[in-house]
């Protein structure tokens, strides 16, 4: 019997984060960007992130862009592109091309980048006040653990299958 009420309780719990993941995702957070797409603006993080690091030389490989945003190389390449016509960032390549692509961030890009992201400091400045700073960082390393646990049972179904 108590394995039943478990049973119950753990597919309740599935509706219940499937339901809330679903309601995210509903959240309009793409009104918060004027300039560029959400997915370009993590891009463009990613690349200013990796440039305040760099000593010298100030790039980064498609590949690593690749891995950070968990998406496929094709996918990151036509991003790439489409951030190069707008003059956010060079596309180059090390050697004839073999040895890497890499992108680097233009003074354009930077100015583009830093206005979206005080778009959302001010949006999440007040989000985080009425949340509570503290629940929020909580929340941040929470919602990255269960991220990790999920894609780890991803994978793993993926080997068992």
Not at 78 to 104: A, F, N, S
Not at 113 to 126: G, S, V
Request: glycine letters at 6%; proline letters at 1%; zero cysteines.
């Amino acid at each position: 019997m108590e394995k039943v009420n478990e049973q119950e309780e753990v597919a309740a719990l599935a509706n219940d984060i499937t339901l809330q993941s679903y309601r995210w995702n509903q959240v309009d957070l793409h009104k918060l960007f004027h300039n560029m797409s959400s997915t370009d603006y993590a891009a463009m993080w990613i690349i200013s992130r990796h440039m305040e690091g760099a000593e010298e030389n100030k790039k980064i490989y498609l590949k690593d862009i690749s891995a950070q945003m968990k998406l496929p190389m094709s996918r990151v390449s036509k991003m790439v592109q489409r951030l190069q016509e707008k003059g956010l960032v060079y596309w180059k390549h090390d050697g004839k091309g073999e040895d890497g692509t890499y992108i680097q961030i233009t003074e354009h890009g930077i100015q583009q980048a830093l206005e979206q992201q005080d778009i959302l400091q001010k949006f999440y400045h007040k989000v985080i006040q009425q949340f509570g700073k503290e629940r929020f960082i909580q929340l941040l390393g929470e919602m990255k653990e269960l991220e990790d646990i999920m894609n780890q049972e991803i994978e793993n179904r993926g080997k068992e299958a």
